[in-house]
């Protein structure tokens, strides 16, 4: 079974960190890449970060130096380390799994507003 549930978003001033959490199924994420996804509201779903089973990272250039994606392999957890956050970062955070990309999970709301 697919299941993902994404956690530790919030409400945050400009400037300030969040750090976001997915817990994946152990049985896909020991072999699949994951990505962390975002949607505003009246917009397209944007990939931000991904990162493969071996730890090689890739970044949206909106959130390059900002955002740090990291994997737990033992947790199957993989989180979002986010700095420096904008109003422009305010979105719905979903993490997504590279070979069974038709599964999602509730996401989990990011607000950066004074």
């Known amino acids: 079974q697919v299941q993902f549930v994404e956690s530790g978003g919030g409400l945050v001033q400009p400037g300030g960190s969040l750090r976001l959490s997915c817990a994946a199924s152990?049985?896909?994420?020991?072999?699949?890449?994951m990505d962390w996804y975002r949607q505003a509201p009246g917009k397209q779903r944007e990939l931000v970060a991904g990162?493969?089973?071996?730890?090689?990272?890739n970044y949206a250039d909106s959130v390059k130096g900002r955002f740090t994606i990291s994997r737990d392999n033992a947790k199957n957890t993989v989180y979002l380390q986010m700095n420096s956050l904008k109003p422009e970062d305010t979105a719905v955070y979903y993490c997504?799994?590279?070979?069974?990309?038709?599964?999602w999970g509730q996401g989990t709301q990011v607000t950066v507003s004074s």
């Open positions: 997504n799994a590279r070979l069974f990309k038709a599964y």
């Open positions: 152990g049985s896909i994420f020991r072999i699949s890449s």
């Open positions: 990162i493969t089973v071996g730890g090689s990272t």
